[in-house]
């Protein structure tokens, strides 16, 4: 009788079980295994830190030479004091990994095409672009090199990678981070290749713009032809303000990059009627157009103290958990401090007892395609110089999640792989054959420049520290206690000739390769001007006296370095404070010219009543693109409807997207030309639009998105902007939105909505170094501790913290230190 | 034989709690464990099938309720209101800790359920 209950019940129970023991889909994701998530024992809720938790622990690991003492100060940054400095890095790999670990899971299987693994078939295309382009490949040259060739590294590495693996260690399953749980996955076992892979993220995520940026422009030019092209996408930017002062002399190029004989028509594509559009694709990856920084340092002379300061503060994806992780690490052979990569060992922004450097990014083309003729659809031979010629092959397995492996046949060439062939295409590449070379597939040793500069001593050690930089190319800001600052620009970079990568290059020709490296020696670099300053802002680094060509303007933004040196010139008697200021300072010296050249043209006259209260609410507004102001949202909204009436026409038309004019082009001949042809709109027949009307037309079209703007009380520039941290997911429940900050592009506050200064750092060489930093984040990359987003709310205020960096008596008696981990060999 | 009852019932409510907690610990353990423990405790402690189910239901329902409840207000809601947006609860820490308990309530009490129908089959 009681039989048919029993079966019933039993059903039941395991029914319901095995539901809430399943990842169900929602939408294109996928649930947690709910029970699992929801239990108070091993689900998320684990992960749910209490606020007054302490971090006191203690650590054996048998791997250790020696005892190493850590002491977490209240903003939970560990000061490492270790007897052996591969100890140090042991340490800093256990602690990256103990408040890091599902991020440095993550950001790895970006970089390696692995996220099919863990999210399934929806992934694919990111995975498949990642493999394509050779990020594994790279990881693997540096990888092969450093175990070859450099046993200080190796062993670096090593003891890093032990390091995380010691913690992975002792993990149990219960106490995985969020995440994990979440998408339901585990950890794998860290490896030296992993970090190699997480510095080819960073390679690509700096100088990979041109792999999209490449097509995009290739098929621009073939949709406007060249003669057009070439008025719009002009290379030529009258305002420059260079790293290196104009007028500087240069020694004589000792390559001299030769263009091909009949490039005009071959590649450059000068007079060619029979330019077809719709041949271009970009990949949705595209590393963002802003990732850039600023970078100065001031002499003594400048200063109040008399000692120079050193400011940096990289413009990144503003991200939760944060790609930066502050870390003190003191051993007998140096004591440094920074922001470090969770994933990599040492300092790669900071300072140390003797000096301080600093970061920005170069900007420098260094990625260029190919095409690629191919003999037949084996793609065994290709054609080059005249012959066939074997190619190599590579496999790429991508293992999908509830899913079979998909395998990326790439063919080798000697430029590179085939990144596009007949089975991998997107609308810009269309079935192209396209093969990449990119100085970032080339073993690198970029580890080594940060291991020397935590332990620089001066500016020979800097220089040297430096010279093995390759990828992405930077600019090295540099001051020391002693009084010297410096900065170079450094990585290596391709003796080009004019224009040479700027589109696709024909791949069956060897006089079309990269005709030498520059050597070190040439790259642009200046040490204590007399103006009492160094600094950067991704604006070219050289005037064109320089005899290379450095690539195509729109890598090159222009006016947070106009800004930044109009600035530093006028400022004297500085002191840190100043210095911050100038770090979160919203001026906008593009909307200083590009006002008034707006205003030439706008004929109130024969604008709307709301058209005209719009104006009024521009030319009112102070310029400066603080968070409570109105007027830039109402000069950005006009701005860009107005370049889109100018250059709308001229694009429109393509089935694929096309690269929008740089918006100094349009300014310099507002300034220059009020007769510009191009203001014409094509569209219309038999009538000739002159500037005056195209402005007209956009400050009308912009008033009607204001309006809407106004109504929803969205007129308030941080309102407006909406700036965001997001969770390395974009899961909006686990990021900071709508931030109360100014700035924006332009800006030497470069925050945009998702972008940003990603670690401002402010450093006076005193004898005891004064030092101020923060980034958008919290040391804890766990989404239920105290810790998660600590930073952000004062970082979006503008304000600093003072770092705290002492010898370790000093520090354990600091009323700011709050724990120790103390780590004992076994 | 009301106090018997009565007595048996608190028990068992103890011991799927006390067991459901022990087998908890085990992070390589599935979270499901306490079926297993729960079931058996009702086979070994003969109820009527209603106040099994209650039994196994309040056992690991006030386990789960109690454990969340503490825990959240220890970390002052920091994740359960993340969780809570994330799930969709219109982040509300009360409703996520209210459907940890049902998830526990719910699994315990058919987990007794069942074991109450083995003894009388």
């Known amino acids: 009788m009681r039989l048919l209950p029993l079966i019933a019940s039993a059903v039941i129970t395991v029914g319901l079980v095995t539901v809430l023991n399943t990842q169900l889909p929602i939408g294109a994701t996928k649930s947690p295994k709910l029970g699992y998530f929801l239990s108070p ?42 007897d052996h400095d591969e100890d140090a890095y042991f340490v800093q790999g256990y602690l990256h990994a103990k408040f890091r670990l599902w991020q440095m899971d993550f950001q790895t299987r970006v970089a390696s095409g692995r996220l099919s693994e863990i999210a399934g078939a929806d992934k694919l295309s990111i995975d498949r672009f990642f493999r394509r382009l050779g990020m594994v490949y790279g990881a693997e040259q540096t990888e092969k090199y450093i175990n070859e060739r450099n046993p200080v590294m190796k062993a670096t590495v090593d003891a890093y990678t032990a390091g995380v693996n010691a913690y992975l260690k002792q993990l149990a399953p219960e106490d995985l981070p969020f995440e994990f749980k979440l998408m339901n996955y585990a950890p794998e076992e860290w490896t030296p290749k992993k970090t190699y892979l997480f510095l ?32 719009l996408y002009t290379n030529q930017q009258d305002s420059l303000d260079p790293i290196i002062p104009k007028g500087t002399a240069f020694a004589k190029p000792s390559i001299t990059p030769i263009k091909p004989v009949g490039s005009d028509i071959a590649y450059l594509k000068k007079q060619d009627p029979n330019l077809a559009a719709n041949k271009v694709s970009a990949s949705p990856e595209a590393p963002d157009k802003n990732n850039g920084s600023n970078n100065w340092a001031v002499a003594g002379t400048k200063t109040k103290s008399g000692r120079p300061i050193l400011c940096s503060d990289p413009h990144l994806g503003l991200n939760l958990p944060s790609l930066w992780y502050e870390v003190q690490i003191t051993t007998p052979t140096h004591s440094t401090y920074g922001a470090s990569f969770p994933g990599s060992p040492a300092v790669i922004i900071g300072f ?77 590449s ?83 390769n990269w005709q030498g490296i520059i050597p070190n020696e040439e790259n642009p670099m200046i040490k204590n001007p007399e103006r009492g300053f160094v600094s950067s802002a991704n604006q070219k680094s050289v005037d064109p006296s320089y005899p290379y060509y450095l690539g195509t303007a729109g890598s090159f933004p222009l006016y947070r370095g106009i800004s930044v040196n109009k600035r530093l010139r006028t400022m004297n008697q500085i002191s840190p404070e100043d210095m911050q200021h100038l770090q979160t300072d919203n001026y906008n010296v593009f909307a200083e010219v590009a006002r008034p050249a707006l205003m030439k043209f706008i004929d109130p006259s024969k604008l709307s009543a709301d058209a005209q209260r719009m104006v009024k609410e521009m030319t009112s507004w102070n310029l400066y693109n603080n968070g409570n102001e109105k007027g830039i ?115 030497v506050n470069a925050t945009t909505e998702a972008h940003g200064p990603s670690w401002r750092m402010v450093v006076h060489l005193t004898d005891e170094i004064e030092a101020y930093g923060l980034y958008p984040g919290g040391q804890s990359g766990n989404p239920g501790s105290v810790y998660y987003d600590t930073f952000v709310d004062y970082w979006a205020a503008g304000k600093y913290y003072r770092l705290l960096f002492l010898p370790k008596e000093k520090l354990v008696a600091h009323e700011r230190t709050k724990w120790h981990i103390q780590f004992k060999t076994a | 034989m009301k106090n018997t009852s009565n007595l048996k019932f ?112």
């Open chain 1, 41 to 82: 024992q091993q689900g998320f809720w684990k992960n749910a830190e209490k606020v007054s938790a302490g971090f006191d622990a203690s650590v054996v690991a048998g791997e250790l030479k020696g005892n190493v003492d850590v002491y977490m100060d209240d903003r939970l940054v560990p000061h490492i004091y270790a």
């Open chain 1, 200 to 231: 080819m993220f960073m390679s690509y995520d700096l100088t990979g713009r041109s792999a999209t940026a490449d097509l995009q422009l290739t098929n621009t030019r073939d949709f406007l032809g060249y003669d057009l092209f070439d008025k």
């Open chain 1, 352 to 428: 140390n007892d003797s000096l301080a450097w600093g970061v920005t990014n170069a900007g420098r083309d260094v990625l260029d395609y190919y095409e690629i003729k191919f003999k037949d659809s084996t793609q065994k031979e290709y054609w080059y110089n005249g012959a066939w010629q074997a190619t190599g092959s590579r496999q790429e397995v991508i293992k999908v999640k509830d899913s079979v492996d998909v395998v990326e046949n790439i063919a080798m060439t000697n430029w590179g792989p085939a990144m596009f062939d007949a089975h991998y295409q997107n609308p810009q």
């Open chain 1, 430 to 512: 269309k079935g192209r054959n396209l093969a990449v070379k990119w100085t970032g597939h080339d073993a690198s040793t970029g580890v080594e420049t940060f291991y020397k500069l935590n332990r620089a001593k001066n500016f020979d050690d800097y220089l040297s520290a430096i010279s093995l930089w390759k990828c992405p190319g930077q600019n090295f800001v540099f001051a020391s206690k002693s009084g010297d600052i410096a900065i170079k620009q450094q990585g290596s970079f391709v003796a080009r000739w004019d224009h040479q990568g700027d589109f696709i290059m024909p791949g069956e020709d060897s006089t079309y």
């Open chain 1, 633 to 747: 949202t109402v000069f950005k909204l006009i701005w860009d409807s107005v370049e889109n009436a100018v250059w709308g026409d001229e694009l429109a038309g393509s089935p694929i997207p096309l690269t929008k004019p740089e918006s100094f082009v349009l300014l310099d001949q507002m300034n220059k030309d009020s007769n510009f042809s191009v203001a014409d709109d094509i569209r219309t027949k038999g009538k000739v639009e002159t500037l005056k009307e195209q402005v007209n037309v956009g400050v009308e079209n912009a008033t009607k998105e204001l309006l809407l703007l106004e109504k929803e009380g969205k007129l308030e520039w941080a309102t407006f902007k909406a700036t965001r941290v997001s969770h390395l997911t974009k899961i909006p429940a686990l990021s900071r939105l709508n931030l109360p900050i100014g700035g924006g592009v332009n800006i």
């Open chain 2, 10 to 121: 608190i028990v068992s409510i103890l011991l799927s709690a006390l067991l459901a907690y022990a087998v908890g610990i085990y992070g390589n353990l599935p979270w499901w464990s306490f079926v297993v423990t729960n079931f058996i405790i009702a086979i070994i402690i003969t109820q009527t099938p209603g106040k099994s189910f209650f039994a196994g239901a309040l056992g690991v329902g006030l386990l789960w309720l109690g454990l969340a409840f503490v825990i959240d207000a220890q970390n002052q809601h920091i994740l359960s209101v993340k969780v809570a947006t994330l799930l969709p609860l219109k982040g509300s820490f009360v409703a996520l800790i209210a459907i940890t308990a049902i998830v526990g309530f719910l699994v315990g009490g058919l987990a007794s359920l069942t074991g109450s129908f083995v003894r009388k089959s």
